[in-house]
């Protein structure tokens, strides 16, 4: 009955839910335009594609490994495979190469021969997991994460989505592991809270992790799940607020 209780309070905060910060650039913009300074709106333009190109770099390392959960916990094999394809393709292009720390690469690497070889024998639960813990590793050792910290820490609370899926898709579910997944993942969130002006997104989320850390403590897999989805939902509407 808790669970149920905290389930409507999340549902009834997205409803009122209206996304109305600004980004960090956005603000120097209007500033630039006001002063009428050519070299400031020029200094914005100029951070504006930096950033793009880094976001595009960032979606390149992490989006396969997001899809690859996503179709593993479908157990959709056509899926997973171009996935995988898009891992292969990035790795022959030295994506990773580019833009996770170097002193991750062989690690990472470790990790991508093992998802190959899950994905050879159709092994969805593992593929599902260790996908999901790829994004994470790529998230934690992106190269330019210091340049975009806001949306590192959504990356994090995007992890926490799949990865509870995923350990709840497993034939023994780890709760010992869900819930240091979930104590983790709400610290990124504490931190990222201070920049988010909407109480009502905010209220969201307070929700949302004690809704997880009931569901864990009672063992119901079934709130997890739906408590897991909502999180991935909400990390939509937490993107929107910092566009």
Do not use: R
């Amino acid at each position: 009955m808790k669970s149920l209780k905290l389930i409507t309070g999340i549902i009834a905060i997205i409803g009122l839910t209206a996304c109305s910060q600004k980004t960090e650039n956005n603000n120097k913009l209007e500033e630039a335009i006001i002063s009428n300074s050519q070299k400031e709106i020029e200094n914005v333009k100029e951070e504006y594609l930096l950033s793009a190109k880094i976001f595009k770099q960032l979606d390149l390392t992490l989006s396969p490994f997001e899809d690859m959960t996503e179709y593993a916990l479908n157990k959709n094999d056509e899926g997973i495979k171009k996935s995988l394809n898009q891992v292969l393709k990035a790795k022959e292009n030295k994506i990773f190469e580019a833009n996770i720390t170097p002193e991750s690469i062989d690690l990472l690497y470790q990790k991508l021969n093992q998802l190959e070889e899950y994905v050879l024998v159709n092994n969805h639960q593992q593929v599902a997991l260790l996908s999901a813990e790829i994004f994470e590793f790529n998230t934690s050792n992106f190269i330019d994460a210091d340049k975009i910290e806001n949306q590192i820490k959504i990356e994090h609370l995007d992890y926490l989505g799949f990865q509870t899926l995923a350990l709840l898709n497993q034939d023994q579910i780890n709760w010992k592991q869900l819930e240091n997944t979930i104590t983790d993942v709400e610290k990124v969130w504490s931190s990222l809270s201070k920049d988010v002006d909407d109480h009502n997104l905010k209220d969201s989320f307070e929700y949302l992790f004690a809704g997880l850390h009931l569901s864990v403590k009672n063992k119901d897999d079934k709130m997890a799940k739906i408590l897991a989805s909502m999180d991935l939902s909400l990390v939509d509407v937490l993107e929107n607020a910092f566009e």
